[in-house]
């Protein structure tokens, strides 16, 4: 099992470009997240989907968009990144949210930089 | 809103050493509590969660309620639990995602 799949694993954009990070589970998870992690703080949820065909955001959703293309995809779009958004962005998914369901399961991590 | 403390941001110890990585949250109803492990170069992964009250590797974590803490625990320490750990905190009711907290970073020594 593939399990949660990011792409790409390494980027680095100019100011005010875009950009698309993708994110694929093969689990049959209804509930899909995007974290940013960087030092010092830990992770934090930018944009959530509770089911397919929802989305909802998180602790720090400025300067993103997400989509949630089926039950297995859900994309993060920077449309003008910045400096800021360096960071180590992780797709996460669950089978239902809230409870010992909860348990997420992690992909391997998108670093981003932005200069 | 929950919130989930962790105080130490490098905690390191001798191999062989006990271990003690605390966190504190902070929910009015009745949470569930996980610790996650990201091991170098290696995505986040769950080490164990309250509900099911089991050793994974070696460590231990209970829910005390009065303190409001998930405190991991870990007798003997071994080189090979150097990770970045984090709590994390779900509410057990309705939908909920996971808060995190900070993290610490254990290092173990030989």
């Known amino acids: 099992n593939a399990g949660v799949t990011q792409t790409p694993k390494f980027q680095v954009l100019k100011t005010g470009q875009s950009m698309t990070l993708q994110c694929a589970q093969d689990?049959?998870?209804?509930?899909m997240y995007w974290y940013r992690q960087d030092p010092g703080m830990g992770l934090r949820l930018i944009y959530y989907?509770?089911?397919?065909?929802?989305?909802d955001k998180g602790e720090v959703p400025n300067g993103y968009n997400v989509s949630r293309l089926n039950k297995r995809e859900f994309s993060l779009r920077l449309e003008s990144a910045a400096p800021s958004q360096t960071s180590v962005y992780f797709c996460?998914?669950?089978?239902?949210?809230?409870?010992?369901?909860?348990?997420?399961?992690f992909g391997q991590g998108t670093r981003l930089t932005v200069v | 809103a929950q919130r989930v403390t962790q105080p130490e941001k490098l905690l390191s110890v001798f191999k062989g050493a006990p271990v003690e990585l605390k966190c504190n949250y902070s929910?009015?109803?009745?949470?569930?509590l996980f610790w996650y492990v990201q091991y170098s170069r290696q995505r986040l992964q769950l080490l164990l969660r309250h509900i099911s009250r089991e050793s994974i590797k070696g460590f231990t974590a209970d829910l005390n309620k009065g303190e409001t803490s998930f405190h991991l625990k870990k007798p003997f320490a071994q080189e090979e639990d150097s990770a970045m750990y984090y709590c994390a905190l779900s509410k057990n009711s309705g939908y909920s995602t996971l808060t995190f907290g900070k993290g610490t970073m254990l290092l173990v020594s030989p």
């Open positions: 929910y009015s109803g009745s949470p569930e």
């Open positions: 996460a998914s669950s089978e239902v949210p809230g409870g010992s369901n909860t348990e997420a399961f």
């Open positions: 689990m049959n998870h209804n509930s």
């Open positions: 989907s509770a089911s397919e065909g929802t989305t």
